[in-house]
């Protein structure tokens, strides 16, 4: 690829520091496009925005140009065709917080984003980090940078990993000289969640929604990012039909209850 | 189960005609809960709401009585522990438009508040129909509540089929003596999504994103209800692991690279 456009998206917004980490990291690559939202976008899965209109705005920040929208992540891939003409690479990140778990993957605006590229053939990578903070983020800055340049120009190189659609990749809140990256599952849940209750000034009943940790079980990707403080490299490959790797469950019967009951609304 | 608790829910709002359709559908067979968002909640996937307080609302629509939330689909499972001690089967839909392959299914609000029961662990079934307006739906609700009672009953009294997480039911837009419900697998792609680009009166650029059918292959989803007007029970699993079925893609130079990046940054 002669100087090959990079789309550098996120769903925490223009604002957060991981998008000037993944500028760094993929600026010796190739041509960066950043293009983020203008507002945080967290937990906005593969959303899409049909119901009302896009709008991209030229806007500088922090000395580093950017397209700022009010869409989705997953909006920005199809918007980044306004911007360059192809995209050869999306990446997306990095994200305040860890992406781990297939519950927090599937409502992952980070992930959504890289997920959404991948649907329409374009090599995507997100990258997350296990921080709660844009200072603890930028405290790794550099081993982020050098990670993600690392994993990126792989790719660049060689193509997506055979049967992968996103990569995506979780650092962990700190870095030594025994970090290791490391291939990990995505284990199914991450959370268990509640509901805080409470009351606001004129007597009305509001709800917060947050969740506590489950124990995570070792080779995870929740467990290397947390527990083992490594790098995690969880293969993603869109696909969510039942029957993929075993043979067909039977579903005969409620398959023919259906048919029959629809056929009962007709006179014989 | 003794009078089971079952959730009704949607991602078209508290107006949508396919709640009626659900509740009438189920009412034979035990409680139905009625939580649906306050305002259209489309392609909002299982994103669920972290950044704002959550409002829960008992309201009267049509004669019947409901909850209404500015939650996401997502967030109501959740919301559903503040009005039931236990959900014991959620139903979603029926949607107004066909909930039908990996693309649209990774965005639906009806399949995503479905696929949050599920990672909790509560049989989860979700119903869309290939219609384009309330009006459409009501026309055929006789058939579409016929055809998810026969579903809910199946599962209510002999479980989800094994190694399930969530059945998506899929209607077609019309109904005659010859239509059978099947099996079909997610097609991956339903639409070659593009952008609108307009001006505003004010000299401003805006964008609608819009999507074009590109032709389905017979088998899938897409084909069985749009094309067959057939009714398609496809069974979805929630992991997307891309080493499920395959032995592990090779990453192993990738990740090496990455480890070796990070360790080059601390003095030898």
Request: net charge negative.
């Amino acid at each position: 690829m002669d100087n090959p456009n990079i789309l550098v998206t996120n769903d925490d917004g223009i604002y957060s520091p991981g998008l000037k980490i993944l500028f760094d990291a993929v600026k010796p690559l190739g041509n960066p496009i950043i293009i983020a939202p203008e507002t945080p976008k967290s937990s906005s899965g593969l959303g899409i925005t049909l119901h009302k209109p896009l709008r991209l705005e030229e806007v500088n920040v922090n000395g580093l140009r950017m397209w700022s929208t009010n869409g989705t992540p997953s909006d920005i891939i199809y918007l980044a065709q306004r911007i360059a003409n192809k995209i050869d690479v999306a990446v997306s990140g990095v994200n305040i917080g860890d992406n781990t778990s297939i519950q927090v993957i599937l409502s992952s605006g980070t992930i959504g984003a890289a997920a959404q590229a991948a649907l329409i053939g374009v090599p995507a990578i997100a990258f997350s980090a296990a921080v709660s903070s844009a200072g603890e983020l930028e405290a790794v800055a550099d081993f982020i940078a050098a990670g993600a340049r690392a994993v990126v120009s792989h790719v660049m190189r060689r193509g997506m990993p055979k049967g992968i659609d996103v990569l995506s990749i979780n650092f962990p809140r700190e870095f030594s000289p025994n970090t290791v990256a490391k291939t990990a599952e995505a284990a199914r849940l991450r959370y268990e969640q509640y509901l805080d209750e409470r009351v606001d000034p004129r007597g009305g009943k509001y709800y917060w929604l947050y969740g506590e940790q489950k124990n995570p079980r070792p080779g995870t990707d929740v467990y290397v990012v947390n527990v083992e403080r490594n790098i995690a490299v969880t293969p993603l490959y869109l696909d969510l039909n039942a029957n993929k790797c075993n043979a067909h469950d039977d579903l005969h019967d409620l398959i023919n209850s259906i048919t029959t009951a629809i056929r009962s609304l007709f006179p014989p």
